[in-house]
């Protein structure tokens, strides 16, 4: 069962890990909202380094306002930007009820 | 002396670093590659016919079946929902098998434009539109995307005008990613062959426009 359903508002973490992370910087600590869920992938983290990934990390679809990720952000306030974000870089914005 | 503590964290990012193109090290790998692969053949563990046969599969898929997927949600309504709904499930109806990921395919209306990105390396649906452009791979086109999409697409010569939505999608996980260009006014009366030949690849990453929206003001 995923932890977070279309609509919910999440904050991406900032693990500090090293190595191959596919969570850029430019939305870490930064909060938008689930688009979607993706699905369960094996951890990219893991496959990196030959190993099986396993269990399946929850995947979803991020909305964010631009104006989120850059404060300065030079075009209209109505645009966006979605990306993929693997449950354990996230954490509610606010507590789920 | 002790070192600096290298910085993982997103904190440690020098916003005002230079982006450098190019490949640095790739000769060596590259290099590296070629002298495998003769040892595997001189060892008969990999037959000429096998690489052949993997980089004839890797250059089968072209623009043009992309094209095709477009056209037919042009012309079908119910095509195109089930297209929005699962871009696999539709892609595999029209005979292609997305084979690297899922396919999200993602619409141009009136009121929002969609430009797809992979800020970290070069993800794109290649088992449908074959290998990426050299300008997709880029770092320039990577990191400005995010950050300024809407002077990148001026450079293309394309104008989003201002009460449209830009949407960025960074394609940069699991899933890959089509535009659903917005069909042309007359599309209802053109046959579906005229319609494939009219599609871009830079249309379904979303660098260029079938007609320019028109500036509602």
């Not at chain 1, 269990?55 to 030079?74: G, K, S």
């Not at chain 2, 949600?73 to 005979?95: Q, T």
Request: hydrophobic fraction near 40%; proline fraction near 10%.
């Amino acid at each position: 069962m995923p932890r977070f359903t279309a609509g919910d508002r999440v904050t991406v973490l900032d693990l500090g890990k090293p190595g191959h992370v596919r969570i850029p910087w430019f939305i870490r600590h930064k909060t938008g909202r689930i688009e979607r869920y993706c699905g369960a992938y094996p951890n990219p983290e893991d496959l990196a380094f030959g190993r099986p990934g396993l269990p399946a990390i929850d995947l979803y679809r991020v909305h964010f306002p631009q104006t989120e990720l850059w404060p300065d952000y030079p075009g209209p306030p109505g645009d966006t930007l979605e990306i993929e974000v693997y449950d354990h870089w996230l954490e509610p914005a606010e507590p789920l009820t | 002396m002790t070192p600096e503590p290298i910085g993982y964290s997103a904190d440690a990012v020098d916003p005002s670093r230079l982006v450098v193109e190019g490949h640095e090290g790739a000769d060596y790998y590259a290099l590296m590659t070629e002298a495998i692969h003769k040892i595997l053949l001189e060892k008969q563990v990999l037959a000429p016919s096998d690489t052949d046969r993997v980089i004839a599969a890797l250059e089968a898929p072209n623009v043009t079946w992309g094209a095709r997927i477009v056209a037919q949600a042009w012309k079908d309504p119910s095509y195109k929902a089930r297209l929005l709904a699962d871009g696999s499930a539709a892609a595999r109806e029209m005979g292609y098998a997305i084979k690297e990921a899922k396919l999200v395919v993602v619409e141009n209306t009136s009121s929002l434009h969609n430009i797809i990105v992979c800020t970290l390396c070069s993800c794109y649906p290649r088992s449908l539109l074959g290998q990426p452009p050299w300008w997709y791979i880029s770092k320039n086109y990577r990191a400005r995307t995010v950050r300024e999409p809407r002077a990148v697409l001026a450079e293309f010569g394309v104008a989003i005008p201002p009460p449209m939505e830009v949407r960025v999608h960074d394609s940069n996980a699991d899933m890959r990613y089509l535009v659903l260009p917005k069909a042309p006014a007359d599309a209802a009366e053109r046959r579906f062959d005229d319609l494939v030949r009219i599609v871009t690849r830079n249309m379904m990453i979303g660098t260029e426009l079938v007609e320019p929206y028109r500036d509602r003001g």
